[in-house]
């Protein structure tokens, strides 16, 4: 829910931006699992600093080292029966770096050239301190032996630099990385761009909290997204996987270079437009735009690769726009040229209802007759059209009782995904009541098995609590010796007689299901 915030936060402010002031946006995020791994890291260091300075004996120290070397071991037997070679081949390596590196070295130690591997360390120690650290400023504060502090953040200012350029005009990010996450950004890019002024402006985001404290991983007080979601619906992998690859797409190098044009597209229209409004040079840098498209589409085509829906759909709104500020097409909710442009005026919804509602009043009055032939399979091909057929085309049916179908005209999509949510949610409850059922078979099964023990023998297994029975079966004594008490074996009486009248029970229903047989 924390992470939830911080991105509803700033998504509310791009679309103000946006759709209320008209800003054109170009909205870059960067998600990292580095802070995970930083985490993971020092909770580790912290349990390993622990475990040194209890000061075990020698001999607790060797049994947990070989209890450590079978959870490896079993670590790394799961990866080889998921035939993840590679990532098993550098979990070993490793993992067993230490141990490695000293068996290597007595056994080929005298082959190396010391000075060779001191100036090797030496380089490797000064690239090191460049790419993983920060020099600090007067008045930081002392956080380590040598007056550094971790600097991961080049990850996120190289990202952020190869989309937007040598300045951005907003950084967001939580209120708990001003320090040192954006410092470290800053120092790097005003450096590296020779520009002491990389950011406009930081936008930050304050904290959930939870009875005064951070909601956060590392205090495990956090609540997740799915904790709420209601009904005990919960989405599956391939539903999450896909609304995952629908709205994430990946990058590359096409990508920014088309996107690059659409930004050299939009400065020169906004240029035209500024010189005298030469709609001509304006629309020019269109065609030259669209040419571009047309180059990616078709690479992407001929290499059999996917297209990235995203920067396409960038540019598509933006030729919109343009085509409907220069009058070119209405103003309209659709993207390029609507159906109504073309038909020479009048709303989809006006073309398309008399259609439907010709096609609604035939399904009802075959639903009408199917009902009185009792004529299930016609029945059904109703159904199928309005949850299979029509959702596809944007078409919503109501069935009303006793009134005529409501017919609506939805965004497709939204109806894909309440298909989809119902399935689920379907599926969800066949699930539940078979659980419901297995659950209950399993205990009539176990009622029914107990009901199977004679009364003498339903405490003679128990020989972890008694020692002596009586001729009845009944405990005398405990598995101590010591005799049964009169208040304990009164309750054992008791439940010799409840056991007693079912298993005479079962013995008359066996009984009579023989005789049944017999007869």
């Known amino acids: 829910m924390g992470h939830a915030r911080t991105y509803l936060t700033f998504d509310i402010l791009r679309r103000v931006l946006s759709h209320y002031f008209g800003y054109n946006i170009f909205y870059v995020m960067n998600i990292t699992d580095i802070d995970d791994k930083i985490i993971r890291r020092a909770r580790q260091n912290h349990l390993y600093g622990e475990y ?37 081949k550098e979990m070993l390596l490793k993992g067993a770096k230490d141990l490695l590196s000293d068996w290597l070295d007595s056994k080929m130690g005298q082959t190396v050239n010391d000075n060779e591997v001191s100036y090797r360390v030496g380089m490797g120690m000064k690239l090191k301190s ?39 005009d907003i950084h967001s990010g939580g209120c708990d990385l001003k320090f040192p996450h954006h410092d470290n950004e800053l120092a790097q890019s005003e450096a590296f761009f020779d520009n002491d002024n990389w950011t406009k402006i930081f936008l930050h985001s304050g904290h959930l909290t939870i009875a005064g404290c951070k909601m956060s991983k590392s205090l495990k007080n956090f609540i997740s ?79 059999d690769s996917k297209f990235n829906s995203q920067v396409l759909r960038k540019g598509a ?36 209802m008399p259609y439907l509602n010709s096609l609604a009043e035939f399904r009802d009055n075959v639903r009408k007759k199917a009902r009185e032939l009792k004529a299930t399979d016609i029945l059904k091909e ?18 009303k009782e006793s009134e005529p179908t409501v017919i ?24 539940e009541k078979q659980n419901k059922k297995a659950a209950e078979d399993a205990k009539k099964a176990a009622a029914e098995a107990q009901n199977k023990i004679p009364p003498s023998e339903m405490f003679r297994k128990d020989t972890n609590k008694y020692s002596k029975f009586d001729e009845k079966g009944i ?39 023989g005789d049944a047989r017999d007869l």
């Open 317 to 352: 709104e933006y030729i919109t726009g343009i085509f409907k500020v220069v009058g070119l097409i209405p103003e309209c909710g659709e993207m390029g040229f609507s159906s109504s442009s073309l038909s020479g005026g009048g709303s989809s919804e006006e073309f398309v």
């Open 52 to 88: 040194v300075a209890k000061n075990h004996e020698l001999s607790n120290i060797i049994n947990d080292i070989n209890d450590v070397l079978v959870y490896f071991a079993e670590e790394v037997r799961a990866k080889i029966d998921k035939n993840e070679t590679k990532e098993c």
């Open 408 to 431: 609506k005209l939805v965004d497709k999509e939204e109806l894909l995904r309440e298909k989809e949510q119902k399935k689920k949610l379907e599926e969800f409850k066949a699930i």
């Open 475 to 513: 405990p005398t004594h405990d598995v101590e010796g010591e005799e049964i008490s009169k208040a304990q074996l009164k309750k054992l009486n008791k439940l010799y007689q409840v056991q007693e009248k079912k298993y005479t029970s079962y013995l008359e229903s066996k009984n009579t299901k």
């Open 225 to 303: 997204i799915q904790d709420h979601w209601n009904n005990g619906y919960g989405p599956s992998n391939s539903s999450a996987n896909s609304s995952v690859s629908s709205s994430y797409q990946r990058w590359g190098i096409d990508e920014i270079e088309l996107n690059n044009k659409l930004i050299e597209c939009q400065s020169k229209v906004h240029s035209s437009f500024c010189d005298n409004v030469d709609t001509k040079s304006a629309l020019d840098a269109l065609k030259t735009y669209v040419s571009a498209v047309n180059f990616y589409v078709e690479k992407k085509r001929t290499s």
């Open 130 to 168: 460049f790419g993983n650290n920060a020099a600090l400023q007067e008045g930081e504060g002392d956080l380590s032996g040598d007056r550094r502090r971790p600097g991961w953040h080049i990850e996120c200012s190289a990202m952020a630099s190869e989309l937007l350029g040598s300045s951005l």
């Open 382 to 399: 109703c159904d199928r059209l309005r949850d299979d057929v029509l959702p596809d085309l944007g078409v919503r049916l109501e069935d």
